[in-house]
């Protein structure tokens, strides 16, 4: 991303998590509602955006991003994050 106002550069990364599956993108998306297509639940989406400052070494920037991103990533599945599953209408009663 780039701010022409004051040539401000940003590098971001970002991806959604819903249930097992990793979405990057909206063709990512199509293929898991397909996978997901007659279910009447849906696991919570997880949306993780990262961003940084860009300098002159945009490399570098990209790979310090990727390197946060697995960080991120394992945190977050080693912390044993687990989607809340939904409470059947008969369980809630």
């Known amino acids: 991303w780039e701010k022409d106002n004051n040539s401000q550069r940003k590098l971001v990364a970002y991806w ?4 097992d599956h990793i979405l990057y993108d909206r063709v990512d998306l199509f ?3 397909i996978a997901m297509r007659g279910r009447q ?8 955006l990262l961003e940084t400052n860009s300098t002159d070494n945009p490399d ?9 991103g697995g960080l991120v ?4 599945h080693r912390s044993g994050y687990q989607t ?10």
């Open 16 to 19: 959604f998590e819903l249930g």
């Open 31 to 33: 293929w898991v509602r």
């Open 41 to 48: 639940v849906w696991p919570a989406t997880l949306k993780v």
């Open 60 to 68: 570098r920037d990209q790979q310090r991003l990727q390197e946060l």
């Open 73 to 76: 990533y394992g945190w977050i």
């Open 84 to 93: 809340p599953q939904a409470e059947s209408p008969s369980a809630a009663k």
